[in-house]
């Protein structure tokens, strides 16, 4: 989830109006945020990840939107940093890239006034190597790369405490550990911390890399066909989900955003554009 955005952008297609829609914002919910046009159509500008969050987007906008009156600006974002800042600044309506333990870091550090609504989808996170085909090959002093986003840096130790190559000291676990917090490292593995958009590309020069699903994605890495550890996906807490400024919660547009997010559309199109696993719909999907 580098400060620097993907120049890109994917415009939404403008579309028709949408009588359930009134100019008091969509549905004549909260007037707080993004209000319809003369025309009854919300426009949207949401900022995610290109991948799966921006395709995500765009399926939606090219089959859903419509009918609900709603036309979305998707500018998709390399970084874990951007999106935050410009929904902060008011740039972005609403932003989709990132989970609840990055979101809440974010909002204590930065003093962002957010909300957020429920989880879409999850991305498992995996370990991936060019080099051994099971973390048991893994030599003493090999280097394994790992993130270094403290949210998600605990995260990736608790995979590879769980598959018994490192353990964690008393009360640490993926929503608070960090690479201080290992307690027993028997193959005296070598940490190394990286930028999480960096991990793929550093592959070639590690032993082995937790990374995260997003980027793995745009790698052609499959969890399931690539990885030699994989995040358990019952019970995981790291779904990603729509967040809005906090006085924006109550909008009918972006509720009807979230609510189309949720769809059984939605859904059918996530299981099957990554039938792999490497995109997972969320259990409030």
């Known amino acids: 989830m580098s400060p620097f955005p993907r120049r890109?952008?994917?415009a939404g297609v403008s579309v028709l109006a949408?009588?359930?829609l009134t100019a008091c914002g969509a549905g004549g919910g909260d007037s707080s945020g993004p209000e319809a046009d003369g025309n009854g159509v919300t426009k949207l500008v949401v900022g995610a990840s290109p991948t799966p969050h921006a395709k995500i987007l765009e399926f939606v906008d090219a089959n859903l939107a419509k009918e609900a009156?709603?036309?979305l600006e998707i500018k998709s974002f390399d970084d874990y940093v951007q999106p935050n800042v410009q929904l902060a600044e008011g740039t972005l309506d609403a932003n989709y890239f990132q989970h609840l333990p990055y979101y809440e870091a974010q909002v204590k550090d930065r003093g962002y006034d957010f909300a957020h609504y429920g989880g879409v989808h999850i991305e498992p996170f995996a370990l991936y190597s060019k080099k051994v085909k099971d973390v048991s090959e893994l030599g003493t002093g090999a280097q394994v790369g790992i993130n270094n986003d403290p949210s998600n840096q605990g995260r990736a130790l608790e995979l590879l405490a769980k598959a018994g190559v490192i353990t964690l000291k008393a009360g640490k676990d993926a929503t608070n550990a960090t690479i201080y917090d290992i307690d027993a490292n028997p193959k005296k593995l070598q940490f190394k911390e990286t930028d999480p958009a960096q991990l793929v590309r550093s592959l070639?020069?590690?032993d082995v890399a937790v990374i995260n699903g997003n980027y793995a994605i745009e790698a052609n890495l499959s969890p399931t066909k690539d990885a030699i550890l994989v995040e358990e996906a019952?019970?995981?807490?790291?779904?990603?989900f729509l967040a809005v400024q906090k006085k924006?919660?109550?909008n009918a547009a972006l509720k009807k955003l979230d609510e189309l997010l949720h769809s059984p559309e939605v859904k059918a199109y996530i299981e099957k554009t990554w039938p792999d696993g490497s995109v997972l719909p969320g259990a409030d999907a």
């Open 8 to 10: 890109g952008l994917v």
């Open 18 to 20: 949408a009588m359930s």
């Open 69 to 71: 009156g709603l036309d």
């Open 204 to 206: 070639d020069d590690l």
């Open 234 to 240: 019952k019970d995981n807490p790291y779904a990603n």
């Open 248 to 250: 924006d919660e109550s």
